[in-house]
């Protein structure tokens, strides 16, 4: 009886020492050279506090005083954010009337601009003459400073895939219409291969769903496809193994949740990587687009992470990622 608790014990002792092993970080050959990628939110934008926010709040209406004029989802502004140093530039499709999209972000048109109703009612020319900087205001209404900068500025999808042709991009589905994936696809096929191979694509669960079975070689994500992944990898993670619905997609993965990750950091980005999947880190709970937006929340990475950061500054962080 002893020799069998023996055994027993010695099998517990082996399984764990696998499992720690096969899943610490200190055992990982690290490459000192590689540096974390950034993702610009909306390219350069202007900012406000998230706390409060919710899918209806008018942000517009809350910002900071500027410190600069780049409105967010335009050409201009993802302009700047590459020239900053990003990575990725993320952006926000609506459907047009015309079966075009508009790169931008509100389903309506009353918090941002000078036009009214829902977006995807009107044609990509009627969106193009109206001033997209008409809403904002740092003061609540007293003074609106950049109304009158942004008119004709809200560009199309085609014309930013063909402004930037050698960039990578993050496109954000508004919706949750799978008629709009299947169109998103099809605006999609047009481009070559390797060019597909820069882009991904998340929104909801039904446009992402139509849109992958269209161009089933295209990096997507959506709720869905994050837990089709990050729950059998929960399970079964410790043994090295990553299920196949983890290949070929993106993980936005919540800082608070990324402990709860077999092998996190280093061996969890390493395992995706290796089947074609990116990890970008947001903040917080990922609730709502929070970003490292400073180098004091540069400081909560985990140590040697090399994934993908959100950022909504990335003129205030670029520096202190590339110094590390």
Known sequence: M????IKVLMV????????????????????????????????????????????????????????????????????????????????????TKDN?????????????TNGEGVTREHTMNELKQLDIGYGYTAD?????????????????????????????????????????????????????????????????????????????????????TMKDCMLPYMAVGWTGYVPSKCENTQIHMPESYGKWMWGWPEKFISRLEDRGTRVIIVAGNGGWSEGYDSVKDLKRLPDHYTGGIWTNRIDEIVDEVHQQ
């Open 12 to 95: 517990i002792v082996a399984l764990i020492t696998f499992i720690y092993v096969n899943n610490s970080s200190l055992f990982v050959k690290t490459d000192e050279e590689k540096k974390p990628w950034l993702l610009a939110h909306r390219g350069m934008a202007q900012t406000f506090d998230m706390e409060g926010v919710t899918g209806d709040t008018c942000t517009a209406e809350m910002i900071h005083q500027p410190e600069h004029s780049y409105l967010e989802n335009t050409i201009s502004s993802m302009e700047a954010a590459f020239n900053k140093g990003a990575d990725v530039v993320e952006f926000d499709v609506q459907m």
């Open 140 to 224: 609540k209404g007293k003074t609106h400073p950049l109304r009158g900068k942004g008119i004709g500025l809200m560009p199309s999808l085609d014309e930013v895939l063909t402004e930037f042709r050698d960039q990578s991009f993050l496109i954000h589905i508004k919706s949750d219409d799978p008629a709009e994936g299947e169109l998103l696809a099809k605006h999609l096929s047009k481009l070559p291969k390797d060019r597909l191979t820069q882009l991904s694509v998340y929104g909801g669960d039904q446009p992402i769903n139509s849109l992958k079975e269209k161009l089933p070689e295209m990096r997507v994500m959506s709720k869905q």
């Open 100 to 112: 075009d999209f508009a790169v931008f972000h509100d389903w309506t048109l009353e918090c941002r």
């Open 2 to 5: 002893k020799r069998k608790k």
